[in-house]
């Protein structure tokens, strides 16, 4: 008996890394998969497993959101080596955007050095450009900050058009585009998200804002007027009286057909990455805590992990009839890491405009991560729906960059 639960439970001989430790653990993943001597400076492989899966290309969105939080650590830290990785990032971004793609900037993965990748795949996803202007808005804001108009002017943001710029360029592509149907962020399905709408509309707004401050007003006048369409869009069609905000609308081909009560993380996400700039919905809205609780109800019924554990927290996956198990999607989906701590940021940023105290269910996310983890600090995509064992490509770039912006939210990297 005794031996075969040491056989069945490996990984209860380490002992569960803190929090802060596995802040470094995450930070230091992030530079191993950024800075790598077979990828192009400013690219970012997604996971070093190069099969089963195959994650060794760059994602536009996975690397926005990791330079995102790069962004704001930088912010914190003031690090020289972060600031030449952001300065790489803005260089690879710029290329990468003047080379011909299948879809243009709505590509959503490419080559490790820099080429277009053209194989088959669900293109485009229009969350990327978005996503990536946020990120580049965010880093400029810093650079102005200290009297540095004239890299943003040289490198980020100019008002030329045609646009010549990398944000311009991502701006002027989110305007015309916002409105057509793209794959969703899992790359599974073509329709109108809210997650994508989310981040165009505030990459448009925060972009009439910098387009503004750089005298660009004309720009800034359309950009705005966009945003607010697709405002009006969001509030007149994902609000949902049942499970709060539903995550996609108007599916192309009629999507995945297993995929049916629209209770899915991504709205959670959206919220998340656009934080603090986004402001149709507010954490504590009755709304949002609605859609929290269809969400977190659907994973406590879908997952035996969850049954069986006996703390505050809950593991949560991509939505509940997911069937990518990391590998391929004849399998049941798991709880991933960066879904399982986006519930604990969700918590701490709830906490600030509110009078109950979440530290407990702040606190069982956090560990639940940890405990997940193979404790010596990687972290990979999913952990087993049954088993809590990490499956899915190994040292997941989004893993960590999700650990780090959930501590920087929680206020736990002073
Ligand atoms: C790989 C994608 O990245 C993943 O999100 C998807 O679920 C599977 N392919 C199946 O389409
Ligand atoms: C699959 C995920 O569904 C997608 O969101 C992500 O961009 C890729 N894997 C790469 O990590």
């Keep these: 008996m005794k031996l075969a639960l040491i056989l069945f439970f490996p990984l209860l001989s380490f002992a569960i890394p803190s929090k802060q430790e596995q802040l470094k653990y995450s930070v230091a993943g992030i530079i191993s998969n950024a800075t790598r001597p ?25 690397t926005a959101l990791t330079y995102s939080a790069l962004v704001d650590y930088y912010a914190i830290k003031k690090d020289a080596k972060i600031l030449g990785m952001i300065k790489d990032w803005v260089g690879s971004e710029t290329s990468r955007q003047n080379k011909w793609s299948l879809t243009g900037l709505g590509e959503p993965k490419y080559n490790i050095d820099g080429t277009s990748f053209n194989g088959p795949w669900g293109r485009p996803q229009n969350d990327g450009p978005a996503l990536r202007a946020l990120a580049m808005i965010k880093f400029a804001r810093i650079l102005l ?44 399905e073509k329709g109108m998200h809210f997650y994508t709408l989310i ?16 005298s660009d007003e004309g720009a800034a006048q359309f950009y705005k007027e966009e945003a607010l369409k697709i405002k009006n869009y969001i509030t007149a069609t994902f609000n949902d009286d049942v ?39 507010k954490f504590g809205d009755a709304r949002v805590k609605k859609y929290v609780e269809a969400l977190t109800n659907s994973f406590k019924l879908a997952y035996t992990l969850n049954h069986n554990n006996k703390t505050a927290a809950v593991a949560i996956g991509r939505y509940p009839e997911d069937r990518y198990d990391g590998y391929g999607t004849n399998g049941t989906g798991n709880p991933w890491f960066l879904a399982t701590a986006g519930l604990g940021e969700y918590y701490c940023i709830l906490q600030k405009s509110s009078k109950r105290n979440y ?25 087993n729906r049954d088993n809590g064992i990490m499956q899915g490509a190994r040292d997941l770039t989004w893993s960590y960059s999700s650990f780090l912006t959930a501590m920087m939210r929680c206020g736990l990297t002073k």
Excluded at 155 to 164: C, E, H, V
Excluded at 368 to 379: A, C, E, I, K
């Design 199 to 214: 981040s165009q509309y505030t990459a448009l707004k925060e972009g009439a804002a910098l387009a503004s401050e750089l």
């Design 38 to 62: 077979d990828v192009k400076p400013g690219m970012v492989v997604a996971s070093p497993s190069k099969s089963d899966p195959d994650y060794y290309y760059d994602w536009v969105r996975d």
């Design 359 to 383: 530290s407990e269910i702040i606190e069982s996310q956090f560990q639940m991560v940890l405990y997940h983890s193979d404790r010596q600090g990687h972290l990979s995509e999913q952990f």
């Design 145 to 188: 900050a200290n009297n540095q108009t004239d890299y943003v002017i040289k490198n980020l943001y100019r008002g030329m058009l045609p646009a010549d710029s990398v944000i311009k360029k991502d701006l002027e592509y989110t305007a015309y585009h916002w409105d057509e149907a793209s794959f969703d962020l899992w790359e599974e």
């Design 243 to 281: 499970i709060g905000i539903k995550a996609t609308v108007n599916k192309v081909g009629g999507g995945l057909h297993y995929k049916t009560s629209n209770i899915d993380v991504a709205v959670l996400l959206g919220l998340l990455h656009n934080y603090p700039y986004q402001d149709i919905y």
